[in-house]
């Protein structure tokens, strides 16, 4: 066959990149031509998405990839979920779209829970109750009297498809990360938006993974074949098309601003148990469910790099591991999904005044902030992975941590070491390679899901790497003292 030259749009809560796929027919070879930042803004009280900066941004490196490629096969466009943008009646966006970290959400979830039930909530969706939920940004937005000129609801990777293509529509597997689809019955859960005072007139048509969603509508060269592609669009969902999971009861973490901390399923698991544990339903690829838990990522290390370089002390992430890998493990923990972490800031003194406040040594320096939160995300693992066991009733026999974070070995021992299983790490680029092996399966070029992982297989056995649990780990130790500190700041607040 024809090589095949395929886009993917790869947009993340802290930066975006377009990146070039050739396939030969066996392996995927990726090239990254540009990478943007993609910080939010205040602006007009609010956080918000520069959907206009951008959009230029995306332009740019599709130029580049049209001209290194020649001629392009097809596009898509993977984000992060949650947020969305609202059309006008002609079809324009109605000012950029409010991050999932601006305050707006403050109480929707005891107003949701108010008029419905947390039962309610869940059971109507299956998905993990949280304040950044699109529900609930739903609820403050009518609160606030600002959806009456809206026509249209889309994504933000659905937005980045309309300006691509004019189409309108919703991909499943990020629709799904609302809070507002019903993942048993698959259609928009109407009936609970009405009650929670949401109008749902602007929700618009669900398509699968792999929809053409038509040509591509730039006037840029080399794109005069291509059409726009919905990949897998919630970049997670993305992420787990490119793990190369091959023993189906292996846990997989999608490791970046966010940790994604899940098993693939056939079926939505929707039941006491699982709305006890929290876990959430949320669409995957060609008839596959994740079902996880959303948790801190790496936010907490990027927004301490970026205090440190206010204050002059600029490093690389590896320079954190490398400063942190001497430090004991197990020092001091905390509840990294805790409200105190959720805002941009000084994510340092957060952390030690947490520690502080839950009588443990508060970490001075940066290789103890990022030991503490490393220790902390490893842990937050086991328990996730313990209660997917629990709720499916299979034990977990691996972990595989694909995404930036995969790049952290520190991490990856410190996963390997608390849950006592394997960890396999890689590829770093899961999602880009995801979103390309949706793409060319859409096109004919792959046969199916099972397929694409081979093809993962192929090309990313080099960049694989197998960490085993270490025979003694003071840090699996502590696991005890960590469950406290979750449990007692749910009590507090909710978490």
Not at 114 to 142: D, K
Not at 290 to 305: D, V
Not at 388 to 403: C, D, F, K, Q
Request: proline fraction near 6%; charge should be negative.
């Amino acid at each position: 066959m024809a090589a095949r030259n395929v886009v993917a749009v790869d947009l993340g809560a802290e930066s975006g990149r377009v990146v070039l796929g050739r396939f030969d027919g066996g392996q995927v070879t990726l090239q990254e031509l540009h990478r943007f930042p993609t910080p939010p803004r205040q602006h007009d009280g609010h956080l918000r998405w520069d959907l206009g900066g951008i959009w230029s941004q995306v332009t740019t490196g599709l130029a580049a990839a049209g001209a290194a490629a020649g001629s392009v096969d097809a596009v898509g466009v993977d984000a992060w979920g949650v947020d969305y943008g609202l059309l006008g009646q002609d079809g324009e966006p109605l000012g950029d779209p409010v991050s999932y970290r601006d305050p707006r959400t403050a109480g929707m979830v005891e107003e949701a829970i108010g008029r419905v039930g947390r039962e309610r909530l869940y059971l109507a969706t299956g998905i993990q109750i949280i304040e950044i939920n699109t529900v609930f940004q739903l609820m403050a937005e009518a609160r606030a009297g600002s959806l009456g000129r809206a026509d249209r609801l889309l994504m933000i990777p659905d937005l980045f498809h309309h300006l691509l293509s004019g189409a309108a529509v919703a991909e499943y597997t990020v629709a799904s990360t609302t809070g507002a689809y019903d993942m048993a019955g698959g259609r928009w859960a109407t009936d609970l938006l009405e009650e929670l005072g949401v109008p749902s007139h602007m929700l618009p048509e669900v398509v699968e993974a792999g929809t053409d969603l038509g040509p591509v509508r730039l006037d840029l060269p080399g794109y005069g074949p291509a059409k726009v592609v919905a990949p897998p669009s919630h970049d997670t969902a993305s992420a787990v098309v490119g793990v190369p999971l091959s023993d189906p009861d292996a846990a997989y973490i999608s490791s970046g601003t966010w940790s994604l901390v899940g098993v693939e399923t056939t079926e939505p698991v929707i039941n006491e148990a699982a709305m006890a544990a929290n876990l959430t339903n949320e669409g995957g690829a060609f008839g596959t469910i994740r079902l996880l838990r959303n948790s801190t990522g790496m936010w907490l290390l990027q927004e301490s790099r970026r205090h440190w370089a206010r204050e002059g002390r600029e490093y690389s992430y590896d320079e954190l591991v490398h400063l942190a890998t001497p430090v004991p493990a197990g020092g001091s923990l905390v509840n990294t999904d805790h409200p105190d972490f959720v805002a941009p800031g000084d994510v340092p003194a957060r952390v030690r005044a947490y520690c502080a406040r839950t009588g443990q040594p508060a970490p001075e320096d940066e290789a103890a902030v990022v030991r503490c939160v490393l220790d902390s995300l490893a842990l937050g693992y086991r328990r996730t992975v313990e209660d997917l066991a629990t709720v499916t009733g299979r034990p977990v026999t691996a972990v595989h941590i694909v995404g930036g974070g995969s790049r952290n070995q520190l991490l990856n021992q410190a996963v390997a070491d608390v849950t006592g299983l394997p960890v396999i790490a890689g590829p770093v680029e899961a999602t880009a390679l995801g979103n390309i092996l949706v793409q060319l399966i859409a096109l004919g070029d792959i046969k199916d899901l099972s397929q694409a992982r081979e093809v993962v297989r192929a090309g990313a056995g080099p960049e694989i790497r197998r960490v085993e649990p270490s025979t003694t780990d003071r840090l699996a130790q502590r696991y005890g003292r960590y469950r406290e500190l979750v449990a007692a700041d749910r009590l507090e607040v909710g978490v």
